[in-house]
């Protein structure tokens, strides 16, 4: 079991940048399946980017995201570059223990979320 904490959000211009972290607490992180979702105002949650020992990108957010991870601070990021009105949503991050998925209902542990919006 992994608790999750995400930082990073806040408004942006559209084009502009934000990295988002996800710090996690618990031993093992290092072989855990991390992913980050997203869930816009009155739209189901998406999957964004996850990453374990490789990495896999929602065909939105290609070429313009990028998901990586500091086992020795417990912590995966998402470096968001030339973001969208349509990226606006509030960002998560979720854990499994050995699988990846892009499904949401496979993630055990999840942070709290946080703010992404993105001004056009």
């Known amino acids: 079991q992994v608790q999750l904490v995400e930082s990073g959000g806040g408004l942006v211009q559209a084009g502009g940048s934000l990295r988002l972290s996800c710090a996690a607490s618990?031993?093992?992180?290092?072989?855990?399946?991390i992913a980050w979702f997203r869930q816009a105002t009155g739209k189901e949650r998406e999957f964004v980017a996850g990453i374990r020992y490789s990495t896999n990108y929602a065909d939105s957010v290609k070429g313009r995201f990028t998901i990586s991870r500091d086992n020795a601070k417990n912590t995966v990021y998402l470096q968001m570059n030339s973001l969208k009105a349509e990226d606006t949503a509030v960002y998560y991050c979720a854990a499994h223990p050995y699988y990846s998925s892009t499904t949401p209902e496979t993630y055990p542990n999840w942070g709290q979320g946080t703010q992404v919006t993105v001004s056009s």
């Open positions: 618990g031993r093992s992180f290092s072989s855990y399946s």
